[in-house]
T-cell receptor, first 115, second 112 residues
Framework: NAGVMQNPRHLVRRRGQEARLRCSPM?????VYWYRQLPEEGLKFMVY????????ESGMPKERFSAEFPKEGPSILRIQQVVRGDSAAYFC?????????????FGPGTRLTVT | KQEVTQIPAALSVPEGENLVLNCSFT??????LQWFRQDPGKGLTSLLL?????REQTSGRLNASLDKSSGRSTLYIAASQPGDSATYLC???????????FGTGTSLTVIP
């Protein structure tokens, strides 16, 4: 059973371009979470999705950021018109269900650099 | 709002020593608490998950305890090895919502 997969692992974008980050959850997992880790800071929750639904986007910036988890295919985190402050490591996690016993399994992350 | 603090921020010990990493959280209404390891430039590896009704969990040389009422958890590492060098993160899931709240981590260096 492959783990959580993220691609690309490294992404360089110029200011104003769009960044698309992909996350394939573990097989059988229908819950996906995105976190951001800024340099020298801890991981911060961004958004929680189930298939075709955004459940909690309370950690997502109101502008330029969007996320989806379609019925088929990976979850996508999209950042429009990137700025230098978006440079960070973006981690995706998945879990098979929610609740007290639910562990989150993390992908290797996508490191976004905005030049 | 849940806030998670980890002390110390960095720790350096000689190989073979036993050590304790600390995690504290402000809201005791939690579902569970998970300890992770993060190697430089890499993702997170889950080490232990403690449910809110549990007091401790053990895996090999690792033992994690949870005192929900005081908002504390400790990760005990026995007989440390250089391969244990990494950043250790504590994450708490509240019983409302599904997100984890992370501490900023303890950077551990085990000197051979």
């Amino acid at each position: 059973n492959a783990g959580v997969m993220q691609n690309p692992r490294h992404l360089v974008r110029r200011r104003g371009q769009e960044a698309r980050l992909r996350c394939s959850p573990m097989k059988g997992h229908s819950h996906v979470y995105w976190y951001r880790q800024l340099p020298e800071e801890g991981l911060k929750f961004m958004v929680y999705l189930q298939k075709e639904n955004i459940i909690d986007e309370s950690g997502m910036p109101k502008e330029r950021f969007s996320a989806e988890f379609p019925k088929e295919g990976p979850s996508i985190l999209r950042i429009q018109q990137v700025v230098r402050g978006d440079s960070a490591a973006y981690f995706c996690a998945s879990s098979p269900y929610i609740g007290e016993l639910s562990e989150q399994y993390f992908g290797p992350g996508t490191r976004l650099t905005v030049t | 709002k849940q806030e998670v603090t980890q002390i110390p921020a960095a720790l350096s010990v000689p190989e073979g020593e036993n050590l304790v990493l600390n995690c504290s959280f402000t809201d005791s209404a939690i579902y569970n608490l998970q300890w992770f390891r993060q190697d430089p430039g890499k993702g997170l590896t889950s080490l232990l998950l403690i449910q809110s009704s549990q007091r401790e969990q053990t895996s090999g040389r690792l033992n994690a305890s949870l005192d929900k009422s005081s908002g504390r958890s400790t990760l005990y590492i026995a007989a440390s090895q250089p391969g244990d060098s990494a950043t250790y993160l504590c994450a708490v899931k509240r019983n409302t919502g599904n997100q984890f709240y992370f501490g900023t981590g303890t950077s551990l260096t085990v000197i051979p």
